[in-house]
């Protein structure tokens, strides 16, 4: 027979052995230290019992704490935001649903508070353009991993923008999908108005300026053959009347003010279709200006209009397309001549000024009224005179020295008043060595 | 190195005569039952015995004489050394304020070229033992081993005192530094108790006094634990030590035990710091981790040791009050794991110095300390 530790402990304090009777003193002494043993187990037993009864209640009054701030911090999240929000965990059951998702699904707070997933499903299915297997799709993917987009159309005309991501712990245990939804209607239907008009927009751009292209150069080649065979008459030896002769004069005027507006138009059109090839090179602005004003000179003489140039002798060259130049220059100086009354003043000028060289024409002339100033470069639109006559030209000139101008990197600027004169001033990029032509 | 053990019981010594081992160099360790400070006759024979040694002690939870523990005797070793000196100092120690300055006064008094080991005897109601500790490592190199324990009454908190010169003393605090280069000393300190519930924080306290524990009364929470126990308070809240750690993810804890309860106060006076802001758990006995810290315990203090020697065990009386009948099966484990021959004193205290391992001393609770003495030939 085996004892217990203690039990032979026990016997040997009290005096007795395990294979002989006791005496009564030993007898008695060995009873009392077991009955002390039984009570020490008993008290053991009552302090283990009493501490994991009082440490279970506190670890879960501990837990109801957590719980109800993890709760509450998730609800104010879920209403502060700006989506609608349903939270679903593994088991199906509705963790937390926002006030927006209720009003966007029309859901009453009753359902959500069931806590049943199914149902509240029912609600968002029913909005479904095509209902059928959007519920069995729906469950496929709730305890998945994937994350989804996906902009939802619904029956009602709404479009939904929906986010769906799984909740995990950070050992990767799916505990969750939290779901947000969010209106873009409004915002949808704006961008798909905006696309179309811009398409409409670029597609009716595109059919004018094929036929303009296309028109001028048909125009332009019968116009040669009616200018240069009026031209032939004029200079030729056949004998003609005077009335016959005035006829002709003014069918070459006509015809040539003709050729001009297709030039301008063709011209316009290739730099609105982005067909203009500029050949960049270092152009000295005082020969520019001073070949344009030899140009405009006899205009000039028959309007009874000085025109003088003032070139800073050390004006840098500007980088441009001689030919565009040219254009810009004749342009701006033919129009102040046009826009100036007999015994004015058209003065060209050009100064340096950080990096740029700015080249101004000034007129004494009728000047622009402030409110015609925005329609000042558009095609087509001429501004009324004051006299309320028709002005000469093709009304493209201005549209297409701006478009030339702010081709070259440049820009186009004018000062006006009424009755005193009208000043334009361009401002080209300086030519400089070590910047590509 | 000459060594005795013996024992006053049932109003005799256990020897016929003293052993003949008085000199400068022994140190005479006596721990006795709280009441023989009423009897100074007893205590007086011994002194008189041991004129020109050193001689030691204190009050006990219980006295440990080799393997046997009891409640009403003296339990006494004599060690007379060969090439060991000794000195003996000694502080009066009134409030747990004083605690770190009382050890600086030790050390100061012990420090010496070739001072090896000191162990130390509290008087052990409001002593704040972790300041205590502070104060002694604060004048001493770290070489030197410290060990030592609290003063213990009973599980009846109500007196305690140390032998010094001779006499029972109260509010004091004695030392012995042992110098000399052949002394040997080993250590070993082992709990033995799991931490279970909540960890709480410590919401007020002062010093060694704790007030509250998340905001609620402490005493409120240890008289709920202890249900129908509570009345045996506050022996009783030894079943639950307190386990601190100085912030939720520090791996090092220290353990407290209770030493008092103030109800008007709804106060609880711990052996050592509980600082306002750490974490607290309660722990609770395993009761065969006790026995096998106790052990492991022993196992850390023997490492090169001659004989004899002689085996100091200092245990928590906390772990006799959960031990009970069965409280011998730890004196009885460390001594297995000493080598054979080796002779123990010891008793249960209010509190335990020890190094962890090896280290700077500091106030232990609820663990089983071995301080190993021995004599290089």
């Not at chain 2, 002194?47 to 004489?65: F, K, L, W």
Request: charged share 25%; aromatic share 6%.
């Amino acid at each position: 027979m085996t004892l217990h530790p203690l039990l032979v402990r026990l016997l040997r304090k009290a005096g007795a052995a395990p294979d002989a009777a006791p005496t009564l003193e030993a007898w008695q002494e060995l009873l009392a230290r077991v009955s002390r043993t039984y009570q020490e187990a008993d008290q053991d037993r009552y302090t283990l019992e009493r501490s994991i009864e009082i440490s279970g209640r506190e670890m879960q009054g501990l837990y109801q704490n957590i719980k109800r701030q993890s709760d509450a911090v998730l609800r104010a999240t879920l209403e502060a935001a700006n989506a609608a929000i349903i939270v679903v965990d593994r088991a199906r059951r509705v963790v937390a649903a926002n006030r927006q998702f209720r009003e966007m699904w029309n859901v009453s707070e009753e359902l959500i508070a069931a806590g049943i997933h199914r149902p509240v499903l029912e609600r968002v299915v029913a909005f479904d353009r095509d209902p059928s297997g959007s519920l069995q799709r729906i469950d496929r993917i709730h305890d998945s991993m994937d994350t989804i987009r996906r902009e939802l159309d619904l029956s009602d005309g709404r479009a939904i923008d929906l986010f769906s991501a799984p909740v995990r712990l950070p050992d990767g245990t799916f505990v969750a999908r939290v779901t947000f939804f969010v209106d873009c209607t409004t915002e949808r239907r704006a961008a798909q108005q905006i696309e179309r008009a811009r398409q409409a927009a670029e597609a009716a751009s595109r059919a004018k300026s094929m036929f303009v292209a296309n028109m001028s150069h048909e125009l332009r080649t019968p116009l040669n053959a009616v200018i240069g065979l009026a031209d032939l008459l004029l200079v030729g030896q056949d004998p003609i009347t005077a009335r016959q002769r005035e006829y002709l004069e003014s069918i070459l005027a006509s015809g040539r003010h003709l050729l001009d507006l297709v030039n301008d138009v063709l011209d316009l059109a290739k730099v609105e279709a982005g067909k203009q090839a500029l050949e960049l090179e270092p152009v000295a602005a005082r020969d520019a200006i001073v070949e344009a004003v030899a140009a405009l000179e006899p205009l000039a003489l028959q309007r009874g209009v000085a025109l003088t140039n003032d070139v800073a002798a050390d004006a840098p060259p500007v980088r441009a397309d001689r030919r565009s130049l040219r254009q810009i220059l004749y342009n701006l100086i033919s129009n102040a001549l046009k826009f100036t009354d007999r015994d004015g003043r058209v003065q060209v000028s050009a100064v340096a000024r950080d990096g740029h060289v700015a080249i101004a024409v000034a007129d004494t002339g009728i000047g622009i009224a402030p409110e015609q100033l925005p329609r000042l470069y558009r095609a087509f639109e001429q501004l009324d005179l004051p006299t309320g006559e028709r002005p000469e030209g093709t009304g493209l000139g201005l549209a297409l020295t701006k478009r030339l101008v702010e081709l070259h990197g440049g820009t186009i600027h004018v000062t006006s008043r009424l009755g005193e004169g009208t000043t334009f001033t361009v401002r080209m990029p300086a030519f400089s060595e070590g910047h590509p032509a | 190195m000459e060594l005795a053990t013996f024992a006053y019981t049932d109003n005799a010594w256990s020897c016929p005569v003293f052993p003949a081992l008085d000199s400068p160099a022994t140190l005479v360790i006596a721990f006795a039952a709280p009441a023989y400070e009423d009897r100074p006759g007893v205590l007086g024979e011994l002194a008189a015995a041991y004129p020109r040694s050193v001689v030691i002690g204190c009050s006990t939870a219980g006295e440990i004489d080799q393997t046997r523990i009891r409640d009403d005797s003296i339990a006494v070793a004599v060690v007379q050394f060969a090439a060991t000196r000794l000195r003996q100092a000694h502080v009066r120690l009134a409030s747990a304020t004083e605690s770190r300055a009382a050890g600086g006064a030790l050390a100061a008094a012990l420090a010496g070229d070739d001072l090896r080991a000191v162990l130390v005897l509290s008087e052990g109601l409001h002593v704040n033992g972790s300041e205590l500790a502070r104060g002694i490592n604060g004048g001493l190199p770290e070489h030197v081993v410290v060990t030592g324990g609290l003063a213990g009454d009973g599980a009846r908190f109500g007196r305690t005192w140390v032998l010094a010169g001779g006499a029972p003393q109260r509010d004091a605090v004695v030392a012995v530094g042992l110098y000399g280069e052949r002394l040997r000393v080993g250590h070993g300190s082992q709990g033995g108790w799991d931490t279970f519930g909540p960890e709480r924080v410590i919401t007020r306290s002062t010093g060694n006094v704790l007030y509250e524990l998340d905001g609620r009364p402490a005493l409120a929470l240890y008289k709920e634990y202890l249900g129908e126990r509570a009345a045996e308070l506050p022996s009783s809240a030894l079943l639950f030590p307190l386990a601190l750690r100085e912030h939720a993810g520090a791996e090092e804890r220290v353990v407290r035990t209770v030493l008092a309860v103030d109800e008007s106060a709804q106060s609880m006076t711990f052996a050592g710091d509980v600082p306002k802001g750490w974490y607290a758990k309660l722990m609770r006995a395993n009761f065969d981790r006790l026995i096998l810290g106790a052990q492991a315990a022993g196992a850390a203090a023997m490492s090169r040791h001659e004989q004899p020697a002689l085996s100091i065990a200092i245990s928590c009386v906390g772990r006799r009050l959960v031990l009970g009948e069965r409280t011998e099966e730890e004196t009885e484990a460390v001594l297995e794991t000493l080598p054979a021959g080796t002779a123990q004193v010891g008793f249960y205290s209010y509190g335990e110095l020890s190094p962890h391992l090896s280290g700077p001393c500091d106030l232990h609770n609820q663990t089983m300390t071995l301080t190993l003495l021995s004599e290089a030939l």
